[in-house]
Every structure is written in structure tokens, then in C-alpha cells.
């Protein structure tokens, strides 16, 4: 098995649904990475049996990674202009 990292489980969840629709066998965890103390910010893990290269096509259609992507965003997220202030 091998695993797909999720932000959120909406996305692994429409992934799962297309994955044993297919005959896949799947598990759905949550994992934290180092550092990570609140539970709200632990990845979705999904375990794909057996992973092979039709699973690899899917993760990028359903929004997962796996460790080792390289895949980077064409262009990076624009950053605020300045510091937000807060009212009050």
C-alpha cells in the first residue's frame, strides 16, 4: 500500500467513492505532521491497495498528493500588500 495526503476529506472521500468503484480496497486516517499539535490541521491519509499506476493518474484529480511529489502550483499564491491591522 501506499499513501495519498489530503488537505481536507471531501476530496478523499469523492476519491474513495471512484477508487472502489473500480475493486480498490481503501483506509482513511489522519496523520499529523512534526510540529503539528491541533487536530484540525492533520492531513487525511488515504491507503490504496493495490496502488498501481491508474491510482497515481487519479490523485491528481481528486486534489491528493503522495510524499515525493514534485508538482509545484504554476504560479505561487499572491501575498497581501501589507499587514493586516487588526479592528478594535
Same mark, same amino acid.
Given at each position: 500500500?501506499?499513501?495519498?495526503?489530503?488537505?481536507?476529506?471531501?476530496?478523499?472521500?469523492?476519491?474513495? +467513492? %471512484?477508487?472502489q %468503484? &473500480? +475493486?480498490?480496497?481503501?483506509?482513511?486516517? !489522519?496523520? %499529523?505532521? %512534526? =510540529?503539528?499539535? $491541533?487536530? $484540525?490541521d492533520?492531513a487525511?491519509? *488515504?491507503?490504496?491497495? @493495490?496502488?498501481? $499506476?491508474?491510482?497515481? &493518474?487519479?490523485?491528481?484529480?481528486?486534489g491528493g498528493?503522495? /510524499? +515525493?511529489?514534485?508538482?509545484? /502550483?504554476?504560479? @505561487?499564491?499572491? *501575498? /497581501? =500588500?501589507? /499587514?493586516?491591522? !487588526?479592528?478594535?
Amino acid at each position: 500500500m501506499s499513501a495519498i495526503y489530503f488537505d481536507t476529506d471531501e476530496d478523499a472521500v469523492e476519491l474513495i +467513492g %471512484a477508487l472502489q %468503484a &473500480e +475493486g480498490y480496497t481503501t483506509t482513511l486516517t !489522519r496523520e %499529523a505532521f %512534526a =510540529g503539528e499539535e $491541533d487536530w $484540525d490541521d492533520r492531513a487525511w491519509v *488515504l491507503l490504496v491497495e @493495490p496502488f498501481d $499506476d491508474r491510482v497515481v &493518474e487519479m490523485v491528481d484529480v481528486y486534489g491528493g498528493w503522495m /510524499p +515525493g511529489d514534485e508538482q509545484l /502550483p504554476d504560479e @505561487p499564491s499572491e *501575498l /497581501p =500588500g501589507e /499587514p493586516k491591522r !487588526r479592528k478594535g
